[in-house]
């Protein structure tokens, strides 16, 4: 069994709490089931379902803190366990930034799990699969993608008498389309709620139509130049910036958010007005737990508003140190955005770049986020409103914050999953002014 139910986590989690001699426990209870396919050339290659249950114990003596894991859950395991985390907490020096275990908290449940996500059968799979391959076989093109789902829960309980528990469902599809010389490259990717949203067949044909005219791409320039980032194409580089919304990094001068002179720029205009990130783990097309790492409740909140710094993340030791309320960390991105499509910001600009992908996203200046990446998997020149021909990738080298004070408009927001991001998030495709590439790549 890997999904317990609440009553099942909850008389577990009570009875490691209860064996503890610790001046405090946290025990935390997370189980999964996935279920995964990948295919390439065309033909499946692996296809599985992985599951696991796992037991992590914290505890304290005083400020020395030592934690401990497990998979096994008979009596004498547990008992193996919590002393296990006690002889490290004994060993361990004391914590100078410690706090100790959160007091009860109310969480307020959110629409994390879906039916028809959970309800995903191998044959759903290979169908997915079925359905990405034999199009791309039928026109001479190569598809190479992977389906992964699965169900989840998350339980904790400490010896305050804090107790959470909710389930979850997860569903993320990609796949790379390539001619059959490898000179063209079309991507798609599909993060949803609800598995029952998600059709392959019609979302294949966009990478296939992407590989097909990306196909004799012709070399531009290096430059500025006006660009249209699809939703997918914006996600790493605004998850990136997210990172430095850490109240302690900016108070301590090692952020972009941080103010000449000392403190942070909580407050200020920093971006175009139309930028508007908030966060709401009650999102319906993208919710999230309702709480963060630490067990605090998460809130909705603006965190820029109109270009302005309206939140920043305050841990439970920082919030203390500077007199401020502690809230839960965001585990998603909302950003607003306007009703047009990505095709109609294409037919809206006179010349500029489509850009389906950005990839392999690196730091350059943390001080002003100012990011290199690269293009890929269909990158389009634009004349008059129309797709004029493919261009060959580029490496950019550009600033989230210095792109979103260029905006000429925003799109439609979708859901996306960013590729070494854990955020969940709305984005909109982006027309920016003046964004900077800064060499060719010879990728596809």
């Known amino acids: 069994m890997t999904i317990y139910t609440e009553e099942q986590a909850r008389t577990l989690l009570e009875k490691v709490v209860a064996l503890s001699t610790a001046d405090e426990c946290t025990a935390t209870l997370n189980g999964s089931q996935d279920g995964n396919i990948r295919f390439a050339l065309n033909n499946v290659s692996t296809s599985g379902l992985v599951s696991n249950v796992e037991l992590g114990v914290q505890v304290a003596f005083g400020k020395r803190v030592g934690t401990a894991t497990v998979n096994e859950f008979d009596d004498a395991s547990l008992e193996r366990v919590v002393r296990r985390a006690e002889d490290l907490a004994r060993l361990a020096p004391e914590n100078p930034e410690f706090m100790p275990a959160i007091e009860k908290q109310t969480y307020r449940p959110s629409p994390t799990f879906s039916e028809s996500t959970a309800a995903i059968t191998p044959e759903f799979r290979a169908q997915v699969a079925a359905d990405s391959i034999l199009p791309c076989r039928s026109e001479n093109l190569v598809a190479a993608g992977f389906l992964l789902d699965g169900q989840n829960f998350t339980a904790f309980a400490n010896s305050n008498g804090n107790f959470g528990y909710q389930q979850g469902t997860n569903f993320n599809y990609t796949c790379t389309v390539r001619t059959a010389d490898g000179q063209g490259s079309g991507w798609v990717g599909r993060s949803v709620k609800d598995a029952s949203d998600f059709q392959a067949e019609r979302d294949i044909r966009v ?49 972009f958010l941080s103010k000449r002179g000392g403190g942070n720029k909580l407050g200020e205009q920093v971006y175009d007005p139309r930028v508007n990130i908030s966060a709401d783990p009650w999102h319906p097309d993208a919710p999230v737990m309702p709480w963060d790492d630490e067990g605090l409740p998460r809130e909705a909140m603006p965190i820029i508003q109109d270009g302005k710094i309206a939140n920043l993340n305050y841990s439970r030791y920082w919030a203390q140190q500077q007199g401020r309320r502690a809230t839960g960390r965001p585990g998603n991105l909302i950003m607003a955005g306007g009703d047009a499509s990505t095709a109609d910001l294409v037919a809206g600009t006179e010349r500029g770049i489509l850009v389906t992908r950005t990839w392999y996203i690196r730091m350059v200046d943390p001080q002003t986020v100012l990011l290199t990446g690269l293009t890929r998997d269909g990158t389009f020149y634009i004349e008059n409103g129309r797709i004029a021909h493919p261009v060959k990738n580029f490496r950019f080298n550009e600033s989230p914050v210095i792109m979103l004070n260029n905006i000429d408009e925003l799109g439609r927001p979708i859901r996306v999953a960013g590729d070494e991001s854990s955020f969940v998030m709305m984005l909109p495709p982006m027309r920016l002014r003046d964004f900077t590439f800064t060499s060719l790549s010879d990728a596809v």
Not at 220 to 238: D, F, N, R, S, W
């Open 207 to 255: 990478a296939m139509r992407k590989a097909s005219e990306s196909a004799e791409a012709r070399a531009l320039e290096p430059g500025k130049y006006t660009v249209i980032l699809e939703p997918h194409a914006v996600a790493g580089l605004v998850s990136f910036m997210m990172r430095f919304f850490d109240a302690r990094m900016a108070d301590e001068g090692r952020s």
